[in-house]
């Protein structure tokens, strides 16, 4: 005699365990340096926004003056004049003859006027005097350098500088030229990033992506 099986007792199927699909290191080694990065860039706009705020009390106390053009450095003499108490930094300008005549020209005392070759590019502008800056308790500069040329050294100044404590008020050397590549912005950004957390500010790599 048979007895039949209810529904209630009859065994249920084996349940199919889903495959687990692992993300490759790769992926989540690029997905913790993307969010760090950007936890970095938050801090440092926060840190800017501080800044901006804070150095509405503080008047520039030197002005620096980024090589690259002789035109700035015009600009600059005739600007030094009317900033009488203001000492100057012509970082990688013309050669120090040319320079030299030219502050005297315009009448600028030279103890007023520091001409320094250590940079190279943009970049070592501000990260060749930045921390010499703080040491002399410098909390506020006016920086001065072409229209087209603004946009990028002004990034780079405020991640540099502002590291250091110290506000920018850009001056913009008025030159007909078009503004620079966005590109270009965006390669200085992640060098002067570099430099705050390494030291280093990838002038080698810079040459690369020109």
């Given at each position: 005699?048979?007895?039949?099986?209810?529904g209630?007792?009859a065994p249920?199927?084996?349940?199919?365990?889903?495959?687990?699909?692992?993300?490759?290191f790769?992926?989540?080694?690029?997905?913790?340096?993307?969010?760090l990065?950007?936890?970095?860039?938050?801090?440092?706009?926060?840190?800017?926004?501080y800044?901006?705020v804070?150095?509405l009390?503080?008047?520039?106390?030197?002005?620096?003056?980024?090589?690259?053009a002789?035109?700035?450095?015009?600009?600059?003499?005739?600007?030094?004049?009317?900033h009488?108490q203001?000492?100057?930094?012509v970082?990688?300008?013309?050669?120090p003859?040319y320079a030299e005549?030219?502050?005297?020209?315009?009448?600028?005392d030279?103890?007023?006027?520091?001409?320094?070759?250590?940079a190279?590019?943009?970049?070592?502008?501000f990260?060749?005097?930045?921390d010499y800056?703080?040491t002399?308790?410098?909390r506020?500069?006016?920086?001065?350098t072409?229209d087209?040329?603004?946009r990028?050294?002004?990034?780079?100044?405020?991640i540099?500088?502002?590291?250091?404590?110290?506000?920018?008020?850009?001056?913009?050397?008025?030159?007909?030229q078009?503004?620079e590549?966005?590109?270009?912005?965006v390669?200085?950004?992640?060098?002067?990033?570099?430099?705050?957390?390494?030291?280093?500010?990838?002038?080698?790599?810079?040459?690369?992506?020109?």
């Open positions: 005699m048979r007895v039949k099986s209810s209630f007792f249920k199927p084996a349940r199919r365990s889903r495959p687990v699909f692992r993300r490759p790769f992926s989540r080694a690029v997905q913790f340096w993307g969010r990065v950007s936890g970095l860039f938050l801090l440092l706009l926060c840190g800017f926004s800044r901006q804070e150095g009390w503080f008047r520039p106390q030197a002005v620096l003056v980024l090589g690259g002789t035109e700035r450095e015009q600009f600059a003499a005739e600007f030094a004049k009317q009488p203001l000492p100057v930094w970082s990688s300008g013309s050669n003859e005549w030219l502050f005297a020209t315009a009448g600028i030279p103890k007023r006027v520091h001409l320094d070759y250590q190279v590019d943009t970049v070592t502008n990260t060749t005097l930045a800056f703080k002399q308790d410098i506020s500069v006016y920086v001065i072409s087209y040329h603004m990028r050294a002004q990034v780079i100044g405020e540099v500088l502002g590291s250091r404590g110290i506000d920018l008020k850009p001056i913009a050397v008025p030159s007909g078009a503004p590549p966005l590109k270009k912005v390669r200085d950004a992640a060098r002067a990033v570099l430099w705050v957390i390494t030291g280093e500010t990838g002038s080698q790599f810079a040459r690369r992506f020109k």
